[in-house]
């Protein structure tokens, strides 16, 4: 992709009391952020078109906007191409996510920004960030990211139209059962079963432009976009400790396969050490 040369954002995305907040509830507590990214030419919807024609078919998911907060494995595409479902996303009834946009330099120059205005608050608590990745979600109004969790440490910048996401504790299996994280570390899914009755432990998050959330690591959740088209722009990074999670999680999954019944890794700040190099080493031996 032959991206223009625009300028970065303002030279404080975060401001001061956002970045204060966020070293407070770091890595464990959500919270809504404030940022100035702004309508920023990146974001805009011809941009976010000709991105996605430029990246690997491996870094695009889109498919129908009108799915119900649980889904059994990944919808369909709706055959509609990439950049035509982006230009058209008022009327096309889609949802869209553009994977590791960090391909791209303008995008990873973009994230790099970003990231070091709270690499500080960061790596005080959980060391130095591993894996940057940026993501961008473009929906149309109305639509719906089914629920499901995610790997990384994650903050949500939207920056056009409106959502809700709505949170659920990190590390309680009511809400996501130790057997899916075992088999989503050992490369199954990572949707997760819906009932109703979960609701009441559910956190919403109402974001418009110019406001973020914060997503810890592995936190249930499903969104809802408002009454208008939605461009958001999922900031992420991994540490030494949820990859030592994630570790620890795939070796219970071993252990569960010969009869035995594991207690979960403890979360942030438990190293889980121990069974993380139990995956490391059955791993390298094939198991």
Aim: aromatic fraction near 8%.
């Amino acid at each position: 992709m032959n991206a223009p040369a625009h300028p970065l954002a303002p030279s404080a995305v975060f401001p001061q009391g956002a970045r204060t907040l966020f070293a407070v509830n770091y890595p464990e507590q959500p919270h809504t952020l404030a940022h100035a990214l702004g309508a920023h030419p990146l974001m805009e919807l011809d941009a976010l078109a000709r991105l996605a024609e430029a990246l690997p078919a491996h870094s695009i998911e889109y498919n129908a906007s009108d799915q119900p907060v649980g889904v059994e494995g990944k919808p369909a595409q709706t055959g509609i191409p990439i950049g035509e479902t982006i230009r058209n996303i008022e009327t096309a009834r889609s949802w869209a996510v553009l994977k590791n946009v960090e391909q791209e330099p303008a995008y990873a120059r973009l994230l790099a920004q970003l990231l070091e205005e709270i690499r500080p608050a960061i790596e005080a608590r959980t060391g130095r960030m591993l894996k940057t990745q940026a993501f961008i979600f473009i929906t149309s109004a109305g639509g719906v990211t089914p629920y499901h969790f995610d790997p990384e440490h994650n903050i949500l910048l939207q920056v056009r139209g409106s959502k809700v996401m709505t949170q659920f504790p990190a590390g309680n299996a009511l809400y996501a059962p130790d057997e899916v994280h075992e088999t989503y570390h050992t490369g199954g899914g990572r949707e997760l079963k819906w009932r109703d009755e979960l609701l009441a432990g559910g956190r919403e998050f109402a974001l418009g432009p110019g406001e973020a959330v914060y997503v810890p690591v592995m936190a249930p959740h499903f969104v809802r976009n408002g009454p208008a088209p939605s461009v958001s722009f999922s900031i992420t990074w991994r540490s030494e400790w949820s990859f030592a999670e994630a570790d620890a999680r795939a070796f219970n999954g071993l252990l569960r396969r010969i009869g035995i019944r594991p207690a979960a890794p403890g979360r942030w700040p438990a190293r889980n050490r121990a069974k993380a190099l139990g995956w490391r080493i059955a791993r390298r031996l094939g198991l």
